[in-house]
């Protein structure tokens, strides 16, 4: 099933009999590009920046930083877990045997 379409938003600005155009939102509200702020200042439009860094979405989480830290305190003694779970963590942290 799709999703409801959204509603157009129009122009706040546009005046009989000039119809209302679609708009895009402004921080002084729904503006058509003839009524967007820079063209009422006499300027051009920004153009888009370069965007989010390529990999900003594939840096790694800090979350397995944390789930490092806490296998140690399982396995130190300093965090309660079932003995199942300080087994495990301390046979996660233990050195490899050469």
């Known amino acids: 099933m799709t999703p409801p379409a959204r509603p157009l938003r129009l122009c706040?600005?546009?005046?009989?009999?000039?119809?209302?155009?679609?708009?895009?939102?402004y921080p002084d509200g729904w503006c058509c590009p003839e009524h967007t702020p820079a063209?009422?200042?006499g300027r051009p439009e920004p153009q888009p920046g370069p965007g989010l860094p390529a990999g900003a979405w594939t840096t790694p989480s800090p979350q397995n930083?944390?789930?490092?830290?806490?296998?140690r305190?399982?396995?130190?003694?300093?965090?309660r877990a079932n003995p199942a779970?300080?087994?495990?963590?301390?046979?996660?942290?233990?050195?490899?045997?050469?």
């Open 85 to 98: 779970a300080y087994r495990a963590a301390q046979n996660a942290t233990r050195p490899p045997r050469s």
């Open 65 to 71: 930083a944390s789930a490092v830290a806490d296998n």
């Open 12 to 25: 706040s600005r546009c005046l009989p009999p000039n119809p209302p155009r679609p708009a895009v939102f």
């Open 39 to 41: 063209a009422r200042a």
């Open 73 to 79: 305190a399982v396995a130190s003694g300093k965090r």
